[in-house]
């Protein structure tokens, strides 16, 4: 069996958290046998007796295939680590998951993205700030990421789609569950028209907990987080804190200083974050306003007429100077392909080739 349907098989094994999975695939030659461990093996990989003998018992091919099929019914797919389509972004992250369960196009996951958070009870003015900055975004071609909650992150959602933007929803519950229930209609408006993503695949029992490990994935597809309007007490901050972790840029919408709502946007613009107070604010810092480029929101983010491959090295280079060795590493492609790719980005003068075989976008 092919190493991606065992890794949704160990994925969707209750008892295997990210932590022991990441140590069995990152350190163990003998994984890909998975199928045919026994009790024994398992226990030499630090579970207990107790679930040794579930996951030998459990953990077979028709398992797997029953698993794969019944997400297919629900038209779920599944990213895996290695396949192309996952974020490159994601990858620059602590913790990366190791299997994406996603609904709806996920072409937009190779596409300029910027997350829009905040509280769950929004005053009017951050209603209408939400509304003005997703729909100047979505003008220029950048993908709204978000969360699915109540308050900002449903109105920044709402205003991508009613404009023709391009959104991403990221889920706290397993992919087949809209969390919270009023917002199931918003759900499959976005599997239709966005993606919906999660790291938690059906039959994911729902917590707390999870709703703060989804954060990372919020900030971590995404090149910047934008806090629209938050209480010093807010959860988005936590999405902040993330982005922060994974190098990427902060911004924060200044609001009242007598208005509670806006104390944890204050208090960000104290620590740095740039402030906005127009979508302006955010596309110049993506080369999207001052050189007026157009966005093709299914190609990404360039007047030129890029391949698959071409864009995939593209949106690396977004990210800064890289050398020919750092894009093998994050592409895992082959010495010919890479050199090609580049080769043909040069020629069409979207990347330039500095000394040392460093690349870099022009």
């Not at 620059?92 to 196009?105: F, I, Q, S």
Request: hydrophobic fraction near 40%; charged fraction near 25%.
């Amino acid at each position: 069996m092919d190493k991606k349907w065992i890794l949704i098989g160990l994925d969707g094994s209750p008892g295997l958290g990210w932590k022991r999975i990441s140590n069995i695939v990152k350190f163990d030659d003998e994984w890909e046998n998975a199928l045919d461990f026994t009790p024994a093996d398992w226990i030499q990989r630090g579970l207990s007796t107790e679930l040794a003998n579930e996951m030998s018992s459990r953990f077979t091919a028709s398992w797997v295939e029953e698993r794969v099929e019944k997400m297919d019914k629900k038209g779920i797919q599944f990213i895996s680590y290695w396949d192309e389509e996952y974020p490159i972004l994601m990858k620059e992250t602590n913790n990366p998951p190791w299997v994406l369960y996603a609904k709806g196009d996920s072409r937009l996951l190779s596409t300029l993205s910027v997350a829009m958070v905040g509280t769950r009870l929004p005053t009017a003015y951050g209603r209408k700030v939400g509304e003005m900055l997703t729909e100047g975004l979505c003008a220029h071609g950048v993908t709204i990421v978000s969360g699915l909650a109540k308050g900002i992150d449903g109105v920044c959602h709402e205003a991508a789609l009613n404009c023709a933007g391009s959104t991403i929803a990221v889920l706290g519950t397993a992919i087949d569950i809209a969390y919270p229930p009023e917002h199931s209609s918003l759900y499959r408006r976005i599997a239709e028209r966005g993606l919906i993503i999660s790291e938690y695949p059906i039959g994911t029992a729902g917590h707390p907990g999870l709703f703060p490990q989804r954060n990372r994935i919020i900030a971590g597809v995404t090149r910047g987080t934008v806090i629209v309007e938050a209480d010093a007490r807010s959860g988005s901050l936590i999405t902040a804190d993330r982005a922060l972790d994974a190098n990427r840029d902060i911004f924060a919408v200044p609001g009242p200083i007598t208005s509670p709502k806006s104390r944890g946007c204050l208090e960000l613009l104290k620590q740095g974050a740039k402030i906005v107070t127009d979508p302006s604010d955010i596309l110049e810092e993506y080369g999207l306003w001052s050189q007026g480029k157009k966005v093709d929101m299914n190609k990404g983010l360039t007047d030129y007429e890029l391949t698959d491959e071409e864009q995939r090295i593209y949106h690396m280079l977004e990210q800064g100077t890289r050398s020919f060795d750092e894009l093998m590493n994050l592409s895992e492609w082959d010495f010919g392909l890479l050199h090609s790719v580049l080769l043909s980005l040069i020629m069409k003068k979207a990347v330039v080739q500095l000394p040392g075989s460093v690349y870099k976008l022009i």
